[in-house]
Each structure stands twice: as C-alpha cells, then as structure tokens.
C-alpha cells in the first residue's frame, strides 16, 4: 500500500509472477536518473531514454525468463512501469495531463501523444521492417508499451511517420515518448490543485 509521500511523487511497484520478478522505483520531479537491469541490453537502453528525456528518475531490476524469450520480461516491466506511473501521480491535481511531441532521428520521424485520462488505449502505428534488433523481437515493444497504457489509465498514440533504420525507429519512439510523458505529468503553475477535468473525476 502507498505510504504517505507528502509532497513527494514517487512510488516503488514490485510484481513476482512464475515468469517475472520486477521491482521499479520511480520519482516523477527526478533529473532523469537511471539505473536499469532487466538482462536484454537493447531494452536497458531504450529504458535509459525513458528516463533521460522524460526527467523521470528510474531503477528497473528484472530477473525473467529470458531462457524462453524476451517477450515475458518487456511487457511485464511495461506493466510494473505504467502502475508505477498511475500511484506516483496519485489523484491528479495539478498535472497538464496532456502530452504530445514529435521527435526526429537522423532520417527519422516518430510522433506520441498522451493522455492520462484513466481510460486506457494504445493506437500503435510503428511498422518495423526486421523481425529482430539483435536477439530481440521487434514486436515486443508493441506489447511494452500496451501494458504500460493498461496499467497507467493512459491513452496513448505512437506513430512512426518515416524512416528506415530500426534501431533509429523504436529509439524515436521511446523518446518521444518520454518528452510528452515529461509533459503531462508537470504541474501547471496556474492551477496547481485542480483536477484538469470538466468531469471532477480522472
């Protein structure tokens, strides 16, 4: 259960399943400190953008079955990742709730938008031309960023408007990503205590 965080906007989720033993730690007002061992390098990588560019401080420590797959490890960290973000952001008050950027990458063009409207729904149009980066699926990361949605309240959209490399795409994604992110979870001065809803609720 959440302990009493006064000002603070932080959370440590942990989840152990037969497949996963995650722990994640998370402070929103960070510097975008990272530190981030699930055992597939690329992922590591991608999860250090995350952090880096949303100003999100994150640890990331999973032990999964990678003697299987990659598949098991990414969509569980995406899940851990997204309630992390859900508790750490608590009742809502204050945040713009809305993000969105288009980032470019060399030849590259990726766009996100975000919402964390509580209702949660990933629009993925990021095609990929390998099936694999390395000894990683590609198609994993459609599955990372579903459960982060889920687990979060998030809408969110992802769009790779061109490009080739895909390394270069799934990079863009993820920093994209983590600007809009950066976005919707900064308090606006303006209205530092109100719910950024008509509705009273999020």
């Not at 949303?54 to 569980?76: F, N, P, Q, R, W």
């Not at 975000?114 to 000894?135: A, C, Q």
Request: proline letters at 3%; hydrophobic letters at 40%.
């Amino acid at each position: 259960m959440p302990k009493d965080k006064g000002n603070q906007r932080i959370a440590v989720m942990n989840r152990k399943t037969k497949e996963t033993d995650i722990a994640v730690s998370i402070n929103l007002d960070g510097t975008g400190q990272s530190d981030m061992a699930t055992g597939i390098g690329f992922f590591d990588h991608m999860l250090d953008q995350l952090s880096k560019h949303s100003l999100i401080d994150m640890k990331v420590k999973c032990d999964g079955d990678l003697h299987i797959d990659a598949h098991h490890t990414v969509e569980d960290c995406g899940w851990a990742l997204g309630a992390a973000l859900k508790e750490a952001i608590g009742d809502k008050k204050g945040i713009r709730r809305y993000g969105h950027f288009d980032l470019v990458m060399d030849e590259v063009k990726s766009s996100v938008a975000l919402d964390f409207s509580g209702r949660p729904y990933l629009i993925w149009k990021v095609n990929m031309t390998t099936p694999k980066l390395g000894d990683l699926e590609t198609e994993v990361f459609q599955e990372f960023f579903q459960a982060m949605s889920q687990s979060a309240g998030l809408t969110l959209h992802c769009e790779n408007l061109y490009g080739e490399n895909n390394h270069h795409i799934i990079e863009s994604v993820f920093k994209a990503t983590a600007k809009a992110l950066r976005m919707a979870v900064e308090v606006d001065p303006r209205v530092p205590d109100e719910l950024p809803s008509t509705k009273g609720s999020l």
